[in-house]
């Protein structure tokens, strides 16, 4: 089902959540700062439309998408920092230094639009403090909140919450502990190993590695201790990565909570681990849902009595044959839901915002809950993204066709693709882009899939990918099927 055709099955339930939105941003100047145009384009429509009085968009990047992409109106200013970076976090970093430290000409820029500097700024940023670019920061990140996001301080969440979790341990950073550790909990399938947040809040599978059996723990060790002092250590889950979004209003105790969505998560054949996205074509067994759902309420119950919490947060984990097991909590909105594209009246990521900042919330959260799982069960939706290991040229283009047995090959001349595997060029270096095109995926883990299109784009276009190994979703015991 098309975007169009949600909004039309609801459009009152929205009215609601665009007030909300309205009341804090209407008659006001906004700052939207973010890494790529093409994520702060839904964005900076929503604000318009909800009646800001101006929207200077910064963005860290330039961007594929095309720049008649972007709204036309008068009461936007659209600039680009023009960073590139071969590397995310040191991109994100880059960026990040330049907010807290503008050049003149970003200074003098937001100065003529916001002469007064009352605009509120909108970012997505880790950096502590009340404001950003001389201004108010409206909905940031409170610094006790990144507490959650340590690898080697959740475990407190977890006990909080009562729920179960895989055996863990933390040790320093050293070849002697970490052997030791790797020994008591090595299983088959090894050890995984986590860095603390020494560096910050490192995600998107950085800062996290595999260590099969029989690896190199030295080696390993001495890579993490340019970035770490402590590590976690714990047994390798064997099962299909997966993530629930959840929300902590203020003023109640209610924690609505969506529907699980799959993390792409592939090995490389070092161990390392490739994050290449989301999916929610994905449906976890009833069984198994419901569990998840519950220990995301637990969570966000925790959070909020730890943390003094309030806002959207993800849980992330493994779903073994034997359960669901927490790995990391997100202490933010995460990647996945793709509302604000399915629903951009909703203005969910903004009203996200509204959240954090703590103030009178009139939605109910049953309302929050049950229109945003109408929108996911309704539109599916995966973008992956795997980095080369060699440039490749813009554009190549495979069409893929899923055949019966669930196998992809490639599609012939006259045939309707499933999906498509196309490359790309990005500040953070060359890739390949996997995108389903009809609903043959529906219900079903993507992470296979993307392996095995990888592998096709290597055999049928000569790209440059290691293999990858995609995680087995589990069968579930008493439903007969796999997760």
């Known amino acids: 089902m098309s975007p169009a055709a949600v909004h039309d099955t609801a459009p009152d ?12 941003v209407a008659g006001r100047r906004c700052v939207l700062a973010g890494m790529s145009p093409a994520r702060l384009v839904p964005r900076v429509t929503q604000l318009l439309e909800l009646g800001a009085a101006g929207v200077f968009a910064l963005s860290a990047r330039p961007d594929s998408a095309p720049a008649d992409g972007r709204p036309a109106s008068a009461r936007l200013v659209w600039w680009d920092a023009g960073l590139a970076s071969g590397d995310q976090d040191t991109l994100a970093a880059e960026f990040t230094r330049l907010l807290s430290r503008p050049t003149p000409e ?14 509120l700024v909108l970012d997505t940023l880790d950096t502590d403090g009340a404001e950003l670019l001389h201004r108010r920061r409206y ?14 301080r959740v475990h407190e969440v977890w006990e909080r919450a009562g729920i179960a979790a895989a055996p863990e341990t933390v040790v320093p950073c050293e070849p002697g502990a970490l052997t030791e550790a790797v020994r008591g909990l090595g299983t088959a399938g090894g050890t995984v190993w986590a860095a603390d947040a020494r ?10 590695r595999h260590h099969p059996p029989g690896a190199d723990t030295s080696a390993l060790a001495a890579e993490f201790a340019g970035r770490a002092d402590r590590v ?14 959840g929300l902590v209003v203020p003023g109640t105790d209610a924690v609505p909570v969506f529907r699980p969505l799959e993390l792409l ?12 996205g989301t999916s929610t074509y994905w449906d976890c067994p009833a069984p198994r849902g419901a569990e998840l759902r519950a220990t995301a309420r637990a969570v966000g119950r925790a959070l909020r009595e730890l943390y003094g919490y309030r806002g959207a947060f993800t849980l992330d984990g493994v779903l073994t044959a034997d359960g669901f097991l927490p790995t990391e909590v997100n202490a933010r909105l995460g990647s996945g839901l793709n509302i604000d594209s399915t629903r951009p009246e909703l203005a969910f990521d903004l009203l996200c915002r509204v959240l954090r900042e703590g103030g009178t919330v009139d939605v109910a959260p049953a309302l929050l809950e049950s229109t945003v799982l109408d929108a996911l069960d309704r539109v599916r939706h995966s973008e992956a993204k795997i980095r080369l290991d060699a440039p490749a040229e813009p554009g190549l283009r495979l069409a893929l066709r899923l055949g019966p047995d669930g196998t992809l090959r490639p599609a012939g001349r006259h045939d309707r693709p499933d999906a498509t595997l196309r490359t790309e060029r990005s500040a953070v270096g060359d890739r390949v882009r996997f995108q389903p095109r009809t ?15 990888c592998a096709l784009g290597v055999r049928e276009l000569g790209l440059s990918i290691a293999p990858l190994t995609a995680c087995v979703p589990p069968t579930v015991p008493g439903s007969g099927a796999t997760a």
């Open 232 to 245: 976690r250590v714990m047994p390798f889950l064997d099962g299909l990565p997966c993530s629930i979004h």
């Open 265 to 276: 998560t592939l090995r490389r054949p070092d161990g390392a681990f490739v994050f290449a």
């Open 13 to 24: 339930a929205a009215t609601p959540f665009a007030a909300q939105v309205a009341r804090a």
């Open 439 to 453: 609903d043959a995926f529906r219900g079903h883990a993507l992470g296979g899939a993307l392996a095995a299109a």
């Open 139 to 152: 909905g940031h990140r409170r610094p006790r909140w990144t507490v959650a996001e340590d690898k080697v």
């Open 106 to 119: 970003l200074a003098a820029r937001l100065d003529a639009f916001d002469p007064d500097r009352s605009a």
């Open 199 to 208: 560096d910050g809040i490192h995600t998107g599978a950085r800062g996290t």
